[in-house]
């Protein structure tokens, strides 16, 4: 027995069985693979629009007419970003507006987002089923157009000024109240608030030195929405701007296009023959994607700026198990 011992302890270390240990959390090279060439495709597929944008806005008119649009101009042209620079010092005006009153307005929302949204997540607040109600309400019904316009006009005098296009509509969105709320609630634990009062921090310091700190990513996540939805907006300028040194430049765009859309469209009214055919001549086209490429620029390089707090915010942790 012990020599059949000794001759099976040989055969086991002549041939060990080896045994890799693997991530549980790793994959599979093909299946990285199918993942990096999945978000390749995706790219290119979002990406490809903005070039098409891109290369009308420096194609000529006629060719546009002649032969549609093409990822390659057909005959390289400045005449929309010509035309635009007549109006620079407008167009710069609309500029400083817009990054203004995207800024404020972004900080603004994410600051009464975030401080309305905190005692609805806390079980010990009394009133906390009547804020949610209230909040939840706006989302269902709205008070139409018209009491919406009189409030900001009448009741709160604010036309013609900034607060116009900050604080209607953006100022605070009760879908991200409720889900900055949730994200409260599941991510920070009870725990570490009792432990925070128990130490002595008041709310105001529990929740500017630990809940902030540990909800990065949902803060970051309703910024850029903050910030999109003030720079994308132009609505407030037409319904409550008379000023055109108040407007922003969504608003300016919008303008300027609508104007070169009446002259195109009413050139063959004009009686002078001469005037019709300057008016046709104007870029149309290629003036709509040259306001787009001039309106996209500094919206671009937001999500950049978000990235590195939702990366910093993933790797913060409190709880330790």
Known sequence: MDSIAMEMKKQSKASPITRRSRD????????????????????????????????VSFSDENAIALHG???????????????????????????????????????????VTAMFAYPLSRMDFNFRGFFSFFIFFTMIFSGGLVPWYLVYTKLFPIKDTLFALIIPNHLMNAFFVIMVRT??????????????????????????????PLSLPVLATVGLFYTIGYWNDWFNSLVFINNDNLVNLQYMMYK?????????????????????????????????????????????????????YFIKGLTVGAIKG
Request: charged content about 10%; overall charge positive.
């Open 24 to 55: 549980p959390n790793s994959i599979s090279r093909p299946a990285s693979m199918v993942l990096n060439l999945s978000f390749i495709l995706y790219c290119v597929i979002s990406l490809v629009p903005v070039l098409l944008v891109l290369s």
């Open 183 to 212: 994200f409260f609630q599941t991510t920070i634990h009870p725990s570490l608030i009792e432990s925070a009062s128990m130490d002595g921090a008041s709310e105001m310091k529990i929740f500017r030195s630990i809940v902030l």
């Open 256 to 308: 300027v296009m609508r104007n070169l859309q009446y002259l195109t469209a009413n050139a063959q009214v004009s009686g002078s023959v001469n005037i019709s055919s300057e008016i046709a001549k104007l870029p149309n086209e290629t003036v709509r994607m040259a306001m787009c490429i001039t309106g996209m620029g500094p919206i671009v390089l937001a999500f950049p700026m978000f990235q590195k």
């Open 69 to 111: 649009y093409r990822l390659i101009p057909e005959s390289f042209s400045l005449a929309a970003y010509q035309y635009l620079w007549q109006d620079a010092a407008h167009i710069a005006k609309g500029y400083s507006i817009s990054i203004f009153v995207t800024l404020v307005g972004s900080l603004l929302g994410l600051t």
